[in-house]
């Protein structure tokens, strides 16, 4: 007799720590970030992977959480939207410049979106020569990937403009 | 009042929490719910013949499955009809679960609750329903066609004839010295905001109160009919609306069957019970909007002004009118937009058809309208060989003529009088932004470099701010804290913002003081809700007059303190002083301690306001007769009638004559809500309906086919435009303020996407020279149209000669 396993354990590295948890094999990994583990920044917008507002990082490359299963995760790093701030070292937290333009620049409405956004653009940024002014089409590829209804985008692109700007400021 | 933050773009209060993903939407509550799930209709018109949960029962993880016949008392009764209208002369509503004859895909007919989604989900795959099939009505013409009815009790499937006018309209059109007469097409969309719908319920089985999350644009409303429906005392029943991820007006349509079903299974099972939409749920089972058929005839003399205007409108409402025929109410009323039509007559035929409910989408009604009025100018225009923006201002409504009484009724049942607006200023901005006379220099350089470049325009006039009311509540804290309620919701504009603005400039405190509720029963009870662009105009008036009361009660106390008349008192950061005399001052906070007179010294600020803290006049009670405790005060707003805010667009397109791809390349605006509370604010409500304007006109579309079967109902099939496809847009501002209120404001939430489909139809027409007599329109369609031989020809007047003509 074969025995079907339903569930297995994995060792997932989230938001910097490292976390063990049992999930069920066919749990999509939004799912286990939101319902396993309380992280409910993550939203769920399409679930058949179009609209991007799911997207996190999976050893940094942005990756849509509702495309995944959670145990394909296992053993990798997956940073969320509450994971893109970094702590100051006197116990309080620096935002991710994308954040602070996204507020900047009123490049949200209803926010729903905006998680997937963060983590895609984020990851773009980090990747780049903070020091090389970023190109419209760069900008373009950034945010072409992801749904929003509310903003037009606009101002989304101005956000990360000016984040961009902010990084090479301080890169140089 | 202070003008401090009034007007200004100051940054969202609601973001802090966005961006760092502590936002609380409604699948972000309730950990520990049981989980619901709906077995829906697979046919558009069938009947139920038996329902079989047997293999269900099996599954590891069920609590339990609902049908019909579970359902009881006003449970049992349809769906209530939410706006009756005496023209709406034949209403129907669905059950929450189908009693036995489904009318579109995707009706609720089971409900599973379950362990977690997954297990329900499992529960209802195995759930068999044995169905009959029904013959089935798609589109406007069928449904007029009546071959076969959607309800039999309606055999011509007509479910309202509405009927306006202005005067003798045939008359009128046999004395015009022109006359023109087309029909013409606008296709369904949808709201779809990226959060779906979703509600949980928490009962107290204790004291028998329920507890709803709903993300819903109409909270108290939420909570009345959930009380009827399950026979509930009011108050025992607090709906809450959290963060919710976007509306649009789909959301504004309630009770949905999941707002009762998900409460009433949260009560029989004594456990919290959460259901979230899924996309494919939410494409089938929620609202769309727009279709129509539009049967225009105009009269017109030699300068092109138009005599009489004749609109017929076959509006396909879906299977049912729960909310009643305000869409194409407002197709009828506000299709006139800024013109001076002296006779005027509005037919509408809301049909029935097997497709989902028709509701109104952010414009409601209006893009249509628009869309006819538009088209019309420009066939007179081409007509009479006049450059179309001239035609346009020879028909305006001039900034005399105003308050302009129409005699006809509007949607919120007030007589339609236009406020005020200066129509003739739009169009000299539009003009300038969008650079209408240098049109003919960019054709031709566009033509080298072997692409059709066309331009059109579209001004509009769109009622906002209707009634009936709203209320607020503002109560100064002994921290100095002010906390603002409102009922009416937030769907993402930034109310939290611009309501404390609003209080903050009227109470002369630091905006970090302020705190805003929206959408919350527990904390303001009274209101109507978030649609119609009413929110800054009704609340925010609501906040303000609030706000005023508090002020003037802090005044009154701070006046008794310092010996001085509440006249010559200020408030400034928080601190009330005599002007000009500096040191006679007190803090607000400690005049809102003052306010309410105390036995007990719980924390060190009420120390202040105890029995023995200081003299007290002896001879007076300690809260005077016809006075209350506390600083705080309650107000409501409510309109004489809607305000009406307006504006003008024009789009460049490009085509390429090779694929027919459509490029809007310019997009330019110009916009008056009146007065602006946040200028960031409304930019942001203009770039976001502009998206869904392009969006409406060039992508979206709802494939039904023949069956009744949605087509497209994904993300991969029905096209949201991306960053890709929405132009840079410019904006150029005109503030009109409305005389009806104390702030002069109108709304801005559904400005942006009115006259979208209007402008680009004008400007693909005036690219390639044929008739654009549809919308949405596609490159495939486009192409078509091209190579049709029977497909109109057309010419516009060269723009750079139209004022000559």
């Avoid at chain 2, 309501?499 to 003081?513: I, K, M, R, T």
């Avoid at chain 2, 494939?703 to 087509?711: C, K, P």
């Avoid at chain 2, 303020?737 to 404001?745: Q, V």
């Amino acid at each position: 007799m074969t025995s079907i396993q339903t569930e297995r354990t994995i060792s997932v590295t989230v938001n910097g720590v490292p976390r063990e948890a049992t999930v069920p094999v066919r749990w999509l990994l939004s799912d286990a970030l939101r319902h396993g583990l309380g992280l409910t920044g993550t939203h769920v917008g399409c679930e058949h992977g179009v609209c991007g507002a799911c997207t996190v990082l999976v050893d940094g490359e942005p990756t849509r959480s509702c495309l995944v299963l959670a145990v394909q995760v296992d053993g990798c790093e997956v940073t969320t939207v509450e994971g893109l701030s970094r702590p100051d070292h006197q116990g309080g937290e620096v935002l991710h410049p994308i954040q602070e333009a996204f507020r900047e620049c009123h490049a949200l409405q209803c926010g729903f979106c905006t998680p997937g956004f963060l983590t895609t653009i984020a990851a773009g940024l980090d990747a780049r020569d903070a020091g090389t002014p970023i190109s419209d089409e760069e900008v373009d590829e950034l945010v072409g990937g992801n749904l929003c209804r509310c903003t037009g985008y606009a101002n989304i692109k101005k956000a990360c403009r000016s984040a961009a700007e902010k990084l090479r400021e301080a890169a140089s | 009042m202070t003008t401090k933050f009034f007007g200004e773009p100051v940054r969202r209060r609601e973001d802090a929490r966005l961006i760092v993903g502590k936002g609380r939407y409604l699948d972000d509550i309730g950990a520990d719910a049981y989980a619901a799930a709906f077995v829906r209709s697979p046919y558009a018109h069938a009947r139920v013949v038996d329902v079989d949960v047997s293999a269900a029962l099996e599954v590891e993880g069920l609590l339990a499955i609902y049908t019909y016949e579970d359902l009881t008392g006003p449970m049992a009764e349809p769906l209530p009809v939410l706006i009756p209208h005496p023209q709406l002369h034949a209403p129907r509503t669905g059950y929450t679960l189908v009693r036995d004859v489904a009318h579109h895909v995707g009706e609720a007919v089971v409900m599973v609750v379950a362990t977690d989604r997954y297990v329900a989900e499992d529960a209802c795959d195995r759930i068999a329903i044995t169905w009959e099939e029904l013959p089935v009505v798609v589109g406007v013409d069928a449904a007029q066609a009546a071959e076969h009815a959607v309800h039999p009790d309606v055999p011509d499937n007509i479910a309202a004839r509405h009927h306006q006018e202005t005067g003798d309209v045939e008359a009128a059109l046999a004395a015009s010295a022109h006359t023109l007469s087309f029909t013409q097409y606008f296709e369904r969309s949808a709201s779809m905001p990226m959060e779906g719908k979703g509600v949980h319920a928490r009962f107290d089985p204790d004291d028998a109160s329920l507890r709803v999350y709903s993300s819903t644009q109409a909270s108290t409303s939420v909570r009345a009919a959930i009380a009827a429906k399950l026979e509930m005392s009011l108050d025992k029943v607090e709906v809450i609306a959290p963060d919710v991820g976007g509306g649009f007006g789909v959301k504004i349509v309630h009770p949905w069957p999941e707002e009762l079903l998900v409460p009433m299974a949260a009560i029989k099972l004594g456990h919290e019970v959460k259901w979230t939409e899924d996309r494919r749920e939410h494409f089938v089972s929620s609202a769309h909007e727009r279709q129509q058929r539009q049967e225009v005839r105009v009269g017109y003399d030699d300068d092109g002004k138009i005599t009489a205007l004749d609109v017929l409108v076959w509006h396909d409402n879906g299977a049912y009118t729960n909310y009643g025929i305000i869409v194409p109410i407002n197709t009828a009323t506000q299709l006139c937009g800024p013109y001076d039509i002296p006779v005027y007559r509005a037919q509408v035929f809301s049909v029935y058809t097997n497709t989902v409910l028709v509701t109104p989408y952010r414009g409601a009604g209006r893009p249509q309208g628009t869309f006819v009025m538009e088209r019309t100018m420009d066939r007179i225009a081409q007509e009479r060989g006049l450059d179309r923006l001239e035609v346009r201002r020879r028909n305006l409504i001039q900034p005399d003529q105003f308050p302009y009484d129409w005699g006809l009724t509007f949607q919120d049942g007030k007589p339609l009088v236009y406020d005020s607006g200066d129509y003739p200023g739009l169009l000299d901005k539009l003009e300038a932004l969008v650079g209408w006379t240098g049109m003919e220099e960019r054709r031709a350089e566009a033509a080298a470099r072997g692409k059709l470049l066309g331009a059109g325009l579209a001004p509009y006039v769109e009622g906002t701010g209707p009634g009936p009311y709203e209320g607020a509540h503002v109560q100064v804290l002994g921290s100095g804290k002010v906390l603002v309620s409102t009922g009416l919701t937030s769907q993402g504009q930034g109310h939290e913002t611009v309501f404390a603005q609003l209080a903050a400039s009227e109470l002369g405190v630091p905006l970090e003081d302020v705190e805003v509720t929206t959408g919350d029963t527990r904390r303001f009870g009274y209101a109507v809700g978030t649609f119609a662009s009413r929110a800054a105009v009704v609340s925010g008036n609501a906040v303000a007059l609030a706000a005023k009361g508090v002020r003037e009660k802090a005044l009154r106390i701070a006046a008794d303190v310092l010996e001085a008349d509440p006249g010559d008192l200020e408030i400034e950061q928080g601190l009330i002083q005599v002007k000009g005399t500096p040191g006679a001052l007190i803090p607000l906070r400690t005049v809102a301690v003052l306010s309410n007179p105390l036995r007990y010294a719980f924390d060190e600020a009420a120390r202040q306001a105890t029995q023995f803290a200081g003299p007290a006049d002896d001879s007076k009670p300690p809260v005077a007769v016809g006075d209350s405790p506390g600083l705080e005060y309650t107000d409501y707003y409510s309109p004489l009638r809607s305000t009406f805010a307006a504006g003008a667009h024009a789009a460049v397109v490009e085509i390429d004559p090779a694929t027919w791809e459509i490029d809007v390349v310019q997009y330019a605006v110009v916009h008056d809500c009146g007065k602006i509370v946040n200028p960031m604010i409304v930019e942001g409500q203009v770039h976001g309906g502009v998206a869904q304007g392009v969006g409406g006109a060039l992508y979206e579309r709802m494939a039904y086919d023949r069956d009744g079967q949605l087509q497209n109902a994904s993300f991969m099939d029905f096209l949201m435009p991306y960053a890709s496809e929405v132009p840079p847009v410019d904006i150029d501002h005109q503030e009109t303020p409305s005389p009806l209120n104390a702030l002069g404001i109108k709304g801005a939430g559904e400005a942006g996407v009115i006259p979208g489909s209007a402008a680009i139809a004008s400007a693909i027409e005036d690219a390639v020279g044929r008739r654009i007599a549809a919308m949405p329109i596609s490159p495939s369609e486009l192409y078509d149209l091209m190579r049709s031989d029977t497909a109109e020809v057309v010419t516009n007047t060269p723009t750079t000669t139209g004022a000559m003509a």
